[in-house]
Every structure is written in C-alpha cells, then in structure tokens.
C-alpha cells in the first residue's frame, strides 16, 4: 500500500515515498488505538525524510479490534492495517503479540528497513534509520531491572540459564550501560524502538527465543499479590511473571545472529517517565516514550505539556492540541482537566486546543 503524503502536504499531490523504512506498531481497542494513532500522525507531521514512508499497523486479536472511526482515520492517514488473528504462547504477557507482530511483518516482503515502535511512543523531530554497516539500532534499556551485571549479579545464573536454553553463548552477549540508573549490564534494548534490516531476521529469532523461554516456563519475576501499572494499563501478576522476557529475546537473538548493533543516540526513545533524572536537555529529542504521561491525571507533571522539555512551538502546539489521550473528547474533560492543572495552565490548554 502506497501511503499518503502528511497531513500537512496538500492531499491532492501524487503520493510518493523516497523512504526505505516501514514503520510497525500496534492497535488494541481502547488507550492503545488512541495512542497508536497519535503516533502514526506525529509521523506523518514531524517524520522530515520519513513522513510518507510505509506504516503498518497491526492488530493481532479479533476481539480487541480498534472501532470503525479509528480504521478509519488509519486510512486517512496512510496507514496499512492488518487485521492479524496471531498466536500467543503465553496472552497474559500483552507484550507477546508484540514479539509474534514484528515476526509476522518481518516475514514479508516490504522495505529493507523495519522499525517497531510502542504504541505509547512518538516522533518530534526526523529520525535517522540509515543503519550504516549496522543490522540493528535501539536504545539501551532505562533501568537494570531482570539485566545482569556479571558475574556475582543475582540475576546472572538467570541469564545463562536462558541462553543455555535458547543455543545462545552467554558469553558473546555484549554490554551496555542503561540510560537512567547507568549500570553496566549484558546487553539489553528497550523495546519502544528497534530498527532493524529486514534481511537480518533478527525479530523472526525473537520470536524462536520468546517460545523456547516460555515453553520451558523461564519465568523472570515471581507472581505478585496483583496487577501493576505498565504504560497502557496493567500488567496481571501471571503477565508479570515474564515481564522483560521479550527484550531479553530480542538480546538473545541479536546475539546468536552476530548482528552489527547501533546504540542510538540519547534523543532517542526518551523515557519520559524518568525526565527529571536523566538530566538537562537543551535540544528537543527525536522521539519519545511517554508511557501514561498522556493520561489527563498525569498532565500536570507531564514533560510533554509542563514546559521542562524542549519543543519547538509547532510540536509544542500540536501537542496541547491532542493531549490527554484518555479523556479530551469526553464529557465533563474541562472539569477533570481544572482539577489537576493550576488555573493558569488551564486556561492556556484551552485556548490553545
């Protein structure tokens, strides 16, 4: 599918795409479609080189497909949609039909370069995915979590027995330091954002890995008392019981591959849930992994409207305009908004909407 030009071309130019990327997320029914489709606009607006580059959107479950408006307003635009029906080994961890997504577009024909994205992330500024004498870019993962720093670490015996499993050398994983607690741990990329060669089948081998771990029930976590928040929502405590298996796959299968890794630069995929301790940041970023920060009762401490992050005025304007994703179009939104805003900000947010 040929994709529109972005909404701020004139529509009635031919289409046209000199992109060599194609851009994956996914849509659920509910904050996911929402987020989904402020995504693949801020693409559309803010993408420079990449604007019309081929999008996909999937959906891997029929009975969480997004509604008649939001497909749509997909296909406005540009957007390939692909209503999937996709196995997972394990459905309580959402993340799942994220790893069995990106092998299933991975799989077809389409632009050498795929980049998978959360749905809770955006563009502010033109990303560069050239990937030169690289298979794979992405970030490092914000915080050591399931991570292992080594030897000694109490998560190590964990990761070599995984990599046993899976056929990988444990010892040829590489290392990085995350981006907020800054640890020194095997190598492990935060999953808002990979770019990868589609030749490279490295999300085809995440996949292979992600079905060993769980057939083989690899847990990571012990089951919590109950559910915990994750950027689209909860986690169930059975979900959380592999929660970071799909990036540590991701590690894993970089690994076996032997692929040529970028870390991309610290605009990259900002953690917005961490702004205040990554930091000053006199450049507007790139893109960014906003999690629940676009929820109307997290606005008022929210980098992407308070004014700490750097934005130029045409993304500062297109954001108030669209934020929060949660209740804006809903009745009683001004009310909810007053209470969580000073009246000041308040009366700024409106008149900018």
Request: glycine share 6%; aromatic share 8%.
């Amino acid at each position: 599918m040929t994709p529109h030009p972005p909404p701020s071309v004139d529509e009635s130019s031919p289409r046209q795409t000199g992109s060599a990327v194609e851009f994956l997320a996914i849509a659920e029914a509910g904050l996911l479609e929402a987020q989904a489709l402020l995504l693949c606009e801020s693409i559309r607006r803010f993408g420079g080189a990449h604007a019309a580059a081929a999008i996909t959107i999937v959906s891997p479950r029929p009975s969480r497909r997004p509604s008649p408006a939001s497909r749509r307003r997909f296909d406005r635009l540009g957007v390939e949609f692909v209503a999937a029906d996709l196995a997972s080994p394990f459905p309580e961890y959402g993340t799942s039909f994220r790893v069995a997504a990106a092998a299933h577009i991975a799989r077809r024909p389409g632009a050498p370069i795929l980049v998978q994205l959360d749905s809770d992330t955006l563009f502010l500024g033109q990303p560069d995915f050239a990937l030169r004498d690289v298979d794979f870019a992405a970030r490092p993962v914000d915080v050591k979590g399931i991570c292992t720093c080594g030897d000694g670490d109490p998560n190590d015996a964990y990761w070599r027995r995984v990599s046993a499993a899976c056929d990988v050398d444990y010892a040829a994983i590489g290392w990085v330091t995350t981006t907020v607690d800054a640890q020194r741990v095997r190598a492990n990329y935060n999953g808002g954002l990979i770019a990868t060669r589609r030749s490279s089948g490295v999300f085809e081998r995440t996949e292979e890995i992600f079905l060993r771990i769980v057939r083989d029930r690899l847990v990571s976590h012990t089951r919590p008392p109950s559910p915990l928040r994750i950027g689209a929502g909860e986690v169930s405590p059975d979900g959380y019981t592999y929660w970071g298996t799909s990036q540590m796959a991701l590690s894993l299968a970089c690994t076996a591959l032997g692929a040529r890794v970028q870390i991309l630069p610290a605009d990259y995929n900002v953690p917005l849930h961490y702004f205040d301790q990554l930091g000053a940041r006199a450049a507007a970023p790139v893109h960014v992994h906003y999690h629940w920060l676009a929820d109307a009762d997290q606005l008022a401490s929210s980098p992407l409207v308070d004014g700490r992050m750097a934005l130029p005025a045409a993304q500062a304007r297109w954001l108030r305009s669209r934020l929060p994703l949660d209740q804006a179009r809903t009745p009683g939104f001004a009310a909810r908004l007053r209470r969580v805003l000073s009246a000041e900000r308040f009366t700024r947010m409106l008149r900018a909407r």
